[in-house]
């Protein structure tokens, strides 16, 4: 789950940073908003699509990763079932990661140290309450809500302090990420039907899907919906 994050929620992340303590140290709040919400539907077009194929592919991902020798098929099936929940954290951590710059440019550096706090603690909370119904499930399900519970703090105190964003710039992202995944999601079970290998299945899914999600998303927009694929395939 930390390879979309640590490969481009965190560059994200860094390269915000710079550009938003030039907008709030000219005292321009209202370009720092359009960064700001701009950033944080970039980084939904990333984590969202890896928390679907993350979902859905995670039985073939573990099982071509580590299905040999004393790794087992009942070893691959409880470790996908972690994975699944972990993949449900990916958009919280992701929108986390965008929202951290913005308060280190407004020189407000307890707020993020915060909302680790709160989240170390939901995570405890959650595991103490769930732990001896859900084993190890418990583990995964008090990450998950625990980073659900940091970006929703976050996300809250930054729409206090810049406004909330364009409506109509994320209304016209969600429309756009709802159709764009559901066909995503639409060639992972075409495939889990057809194909029955499951270094065959990563190897057809990963590449179709994300076709068909960029370009779902480059017809529909806008354009922050694509701009960090077009960007990397330019490079």
């Not at 005292?27 to 944080?40: G, I, P, V």
């Not at 909370?125 to 929703?152: D, E, H, M, P, S």
């Not at 703090?153 to 406004?163: D, R």
Request: aromatic share 16%; glycine share 6%.
């Amino acid at each position: 789950m930390y390879v979309p994050l640590g490969l481009f929620g965190v560059g994200l992340s860094q390269a915000l940073l710079p550009e938003l303590t030039r907008n709030i140290t000219s005292r321009n709040f209202t370009l720092a908003k359009d960064t700001y919400s701009k950033a944080l539907v970039v980084s939904l077009s990333v984590s969202l699509p890896s928390a679907l194929g993350l979902f859905f592919l995670s039985e073939e991902v573990v099982k071509v990763l580590f299905e040999r020798g004393a790794f087992r098929a009942e070893d691959t099936f409880w470790t996908a079932e972690i994975l699944k929940i972990f993949a449900l954290a990916l958009p919280f951590y992701g929108l986390s990661k965008v929202s951290v710059p913005l308060f280190y440019a407004l020189n407000k550096t307890s707020i993020p140290a915060a909302g680790s706090f709160l989240a170390v603690i939901t995570n405890l909370l959650i595991i103490l309450f769930t732990i001896r119904n859900f084993g190890i499930k418990g583990v995964a399900l008090g990450t998950t809500i625990g980073l659900f519970a940091q970006c929703l703090f976050l996300l809250i105190l930054s729409f206090h302090f810049l406004g909330f964003p364009k409506k109509t710039l994320f209304l016209k992202s969600f429309i756009t990420f709802f159709i764009a995944l559901f066909f995503l999601w639409f060639v992972i079970y075409l495939v889990q039907i057809f194909i029955n290998n499951s270094l065959l299945r990563l190897l057809l899914t990963i590449p179709l899907g994300a076709l068909v999600y960029i370009l779902i998303s480059k017809r529909l927009g806008p354009k922050e919906t694509y701009i960090f694929y077009s960007k990397l395939l330019k490079r």
